[in-house]
């Protein structure tokens, strides 16, 4: 089983709707979680994160994560054709070290 | 702006060659990393240095080595190139390993082995 699971798409959706893109993991230690996001031919970029339970909001995006179900979340709201890319959630330990583990990603495909 | 640069955007090597794929990073950033991106596999972590001359080996390292002479320099050698090794292969690097250890990439090298 690989630590961080996420559904590889693709998803396609019309303009302006929401999206809710999801990803499990199955070690407790992870502390920090994380949605980087990669337009074609470029490389991943970090989106957004959060420190353990709750969500955070940014403009459109909220990035959620319920530990007690180790189930992570980011929803777009009025999802623009610029969202259009692939998200990648990954999660690492409140530890030193440097392993951070990706998930596959998920392609978003948003059309106008 | 942290930039993180690549060699070669698109690479296309015979099978047995020696590939060398180098990176950059402008930002004094401690520790560097060496992933492949597949379909359906995600970012598989090959290498990753913390330190001038220190590497660690990731999930993938066979058929891999690295070397790391320079802070900001951190190259990924294919000893003897297969088929198989055919991928997209990203650097990173990031500031420190603690908290979100937030990685900057580079735009990925795209090499194919015929």
């Known amino acids: 089983q690989k630590e961080v699971e996420q559904d590889p798409g693709p998803l396609s959706v019309p303009e302006g709707a929401i999206v809710s893109l999801n990803c499990t993991y199955s070690n407790s230690a992870f502390q920090y979680f994380m949605w980087y996001r990669q337009y074609s031919r470029k490389g991943p970029e970090l989106l957004m994160y959060?420190?353990?339970?709750g969500n955070k909001e940014d403009g459109r995006f909220t990035a959620q994560v319920d530990k007690s179900s180790k189930y992570i979340s980011l929803f777009i709201r009025d999802s623009q054709p610029s969202d259009s890319a692939t998200y990648l959630c990954a999660s690492r330990p409140n530890t030193g070290g440097f392993k951070t583990i990706f998930g596959a990603g998920t392609r978003l495909f948003v059309k106008a | 702006d942290v930039k993180v640069t690549q060699s070669s955007r698109y690479l296309v090597k015979r099978t047995g060659e020696k590939v060398f794929l180098e990176c950059v990073q402008d930002m004094d950033h401690e520790n560097m990393f060496w992933y492949r991106q597949d379909p359906g596999l995600g970012l598989r972590l090959i290498y990753f240095?913390?330190?001038?001359?220190?590497?660690e080996k990731g999930d993938i390292p066979e058929g891999y080595s690295v070397s790391r002479e320079k802070k900001e320099r951190f190259s990924l050698i294919l000893e003897s190139a297969s088929t198989n090794q055919t991928s997209m292969y990203l650097c990173?690097?990031?500031?420190?390993?603690?908290?979100?250890?937030?990685?900057?990439f580079g735009p990925g090298t795209r090499l194919t082995v015929l």
């Open positions: 959060t420190y353990s339970s």
């Open positions: 990173a690097s990031s500031l420190m390993g603690v908290g979100t250890d937030t990685q900057y």
């Open positions: 240095s913390y330190d001038v001359k220190m590497k």
